[in-house]
């Protein structure tokens, strides 16, 4: 007998008035606390409450604007039609949520608007992917198709996220200083350029460091031939730079007060900063870093509840909202959906839906060199 | 009246036992936890290997790396620690020896920052310090620069940071030493011939050492064991030993280095606190939360 069953025979003997009310609970008091100790029944209790028909699904994203037209256009008329809540958690970074989920119950945790192809390798090896039915999320047929493969290939053919959004990580600097066709004619070599030291930031995240440091000393970041080359661009990089920023906003905040002049930046938050009236230049440069962002379904999550809500939040109209919140276009694919009008100004879109002219992170071959690469980025930002 | 003898052995021991289980729970298991994690390894995709491996350990305590941010971190606290006693002290023994009679609210003063988060306080140097910070506006609006110092990001500004953090600290822990030293003392000491100056440094600073010792060595643990600080007000060059934790756990998810790293801070700091109870006993840090 399994602990749901011997929790309803004793609710049933309760409500039968075999037992009382002080017994009742003593005896669920009892449980809980032997099960809190141990931790396994009880985890096999959640996971058993999350398999069947769920009263609730969990959502963690970004937070701010996307949450609410996340809110708004998804999970209230999710809620309308299906019953289930969908209770909605945030997180500060993609490393935090790894490894708050590596820490959870198998259930604890079930969606997530995740970085893409990079972290979901690292779920996959994680043993945290699911496997969605793709029958049960028609709107994923209006998705870019080069920006499904890269997942399927990870996961042997079957897919554990839908992809959402994309952007890139170029280079932004402001125009008081730097022109347009400055910038243009130094690319990524505007970052270790000794006439702005002090004024140039940098993402403190050891992929985008190498993938720059790989630019620099002009090598493929996908098939880096020479890595000391790349780790001494690291170093030159580092001993000019103010300040190695860790968040969007503080990005945002260090280009907005002329702290910096110059530092790669999110696509997105360029333009909202661009939309604040500020005079910054964006330049992806030849071979620039392109990224998506993927709503990922973690294993133990009550699948056919999680792909429905997927199905709505692949919705245009929804997509569509997310993307102006956040300034990032949509995965959907602008040759089979109409886009309106805003999302085609925004940094980074294609129109053709290819994304031909943009590079990704190779998961293959970046996740077989994160242990080793992470570790020594560790050192080499601290003087070594 | 052997059982009587026994059963009022065991009285204090089931009286304890509520403080001893919640300890145990919260305290010493998840130690031990990590001790545990500590000897498993990383695999290639993130997962641990469980098992009995020293190479955390032999990595951990054969690595310069680690001992020179070891070092750092060591300096940094030293640096704060210093700092906020010299300058804890004159707030605190002028709260000890006024005769204000809102001595009170320049005690609830003194606790004022503690309501405010302390990353919140951290951050409020970037709109004084920066470019075009307070201090900046100011120096160039009455023409002593032409353009803004650059001041934020460095490790001045992570010691400056840790100062405004743990000076309350410092502050309180000195206020209750020197709130408790006999004034008659000090009176005593004049009126044998003492000026006011000699008194201070042949009486008072004597009597409040233990408070100043409590304080000091709060401020050097918890500066040594920050994190925030340096990833707020620091440059890419900037890290005390705890980032290391932070990102062995949290960026490289290599849970159990990060075990062996914390364990080897815990041990350093554990080993301060053992050394200071040993010689001044830790009472005196207590009083200053009464």
């Not at chain 1, 103010?242 to 260090?254: D, N």
């Not at chain 1, 702290?259 to 500020?278: F, N, P």
């Not at chain 2, 001041?151 to 709130?179: C, K």
Request: aromatic share 12%.
């Amino acid at each position: 007998m399994d602990d749901t069953k011997r929790y309803e025979r004793l609710l049933n003997r309760y409500r039968d008035r075999d037992i009382n009310r002080r017994t009742f609970l003593t005896a669920l008091g009892a449980a809980g606390v032997v099960a809190g100790v141990t931790g396994g029944p009880m985890g096999m209790l959640a996971r058993k409450a999350m398999a069947a028909t769920p009263e609730q699904v969990r959502f963690d994203g970004w937070g701010g604007v996307v949450s609410e037209a996340f809110e708004k256009y998804a999970f209230a008329p999710y809620t309308k039609k299906t019953g289930i809540e969908v209770v909605s958690g945030t997180f500060g970074g993609a490393d935090e949520y790894i490894a708050r989920v590596k820490a959870s119950q198998p259930g604890e945790f079930n969606l997530a608007h995740l970085s893409g192809v990079f972290d979901y390798a690292r779920y996959h090896g994680l043993e945290l992917t699911s496997e969605l039915n793709e029958d049960n999320i028609p709107n994923l047929k209006n998705v870019i198709p080069t920006l499904v493969e890269p997942l399927r290939k990870i996961t042997g053919g079957t897919i554990s996220a839908v992809p959402y959004d994309y952007g890139t990580t170029g280079i932004a600097y402001n125009r008081k200083y730097i022109s347009d066709d400055e910038a243009k004619a130094k690319g990524a070599k505007l970052m270790v350029d000794e006439a702005y030291k002090g004024k140039i930031g940098g993402w403190g995240e050891w992929k985008t460091r190498i993938w720059y440091g790989a630019m620099q000393s002009d090598q493929d970041p996908n098939n880096i031939q020479d890595i000391e080359a790349v780790w001494d661009m690291v170093r030159a990089h580092r001993d000019l730079a103010l300040k190695y920023w860790s968040s969007g906003a503080e990005l945002m905040s260090l280009l907005a007060e002329e702290e910096i002049y110059v530092t790669e930046g999110w696509s997105g938050r360029i333009k909202a900063l661009q939309d604040q009236g500020h005079d910054i230049g964006y330049l992806d440069p030849a071979g620039g870093l392109g990224w998506q962002e993927c709503l990922f379904v973690l294993r133990g999550s009550p699948m056919a509840a999680c792909e429905e809500l997927l199905n709505f939040m692949l919705e245009p109209e929804v997509a569509i909202a997310v993307a102006e919140g956040q300034s990032y276009p949509p995965a959907l694919d602008p040759q089979k959906i109409e886009l309106g009008e805003v999302i085609p100004t925004l940094p980074a879109f294609d129109p053709s839906g290819t994304l031909s002219s943009l590079s990704f992170f190779d998961p293959a071959y970046w996740n077989e060199n994160e242990a080793d690469w992470s570790k020594t980025f560790s050192r080499v930002q601290r003087g070594y | 009246m052997a059982a009587d003898v026994a059963g009022a052995r065991r009285t204090p021991w089931v009286l304890l036992s509520p403080s001893l289980a919640t300890i145990s729970l919260l305290l010493i298991v998840p130690m031990l936890f990590i001790v545990v994690y500590s000897f498993w390894l990383r695999t290639a995709t993130g997962a641990d290997q469980v098992g009995f491996y020293l190479d955390n350990w032999i990595e951990v305590l054969g690595d310069r790396f680690y001992r020179d941010i070891l070092f750092q971190t060591l300096l940094i606290a030293f640096y704060t620690t210093v700092i906020c006693a010299f300058v804890g002290y004159i707030p605190a023994y002028f709260v000890a020896n006024t005769r204000m009679k809102s001595k009170a609210f320049l005690l609830l003063l003194l606790m004022l920052p503690f309501w405010i988060s302390y990353i919140i306080r951290t951050m409020s140097w970037i709109n004084i310090l920066g470019t075009s910070g307070a201090l900046n506006t100011l120096l160039i609006s009455i023409g002593i620069i032409d353009d803004p110092i650059q001041m934020l990001y460095n490790q001045q500004t992570v010691v400056l940071g840790l100062v405004h953090y743990l000076l309350p600290f410092m502050i309180l822990n000195v206020y209750v030493s020197l709130d408790g030293i006999d004034k008659n003392l000090t009176e005593a000491a004049q009126s044998l011939g003492c000026t006011g100056f000699q008194a201070f440094r042949e009486v008072t600073l004597p009597l409040s050492m233990p408070g100043l010792a409590a304080g000091s060595l709060l401020c050097f643990v918890l500066a040594a064991g920050t994190y925030i600080t340096p990833i707020v007000l620091g440059g890419p060059r900037d890290a005390m030993f705890a980032n290391l934790v932070f990102e062995a756990i949290v960026t490289q998810l290599n849970w159990p280095l990060g075990s062996a790293l914390s364990l080897v801070l815990l041990a350093l700091l554990g080993a301060l606190v053992v050394i200071y109870t040993r010689y001044l006993g830790i009472d005196q840090i207590a009083k200053s939360f009464k």
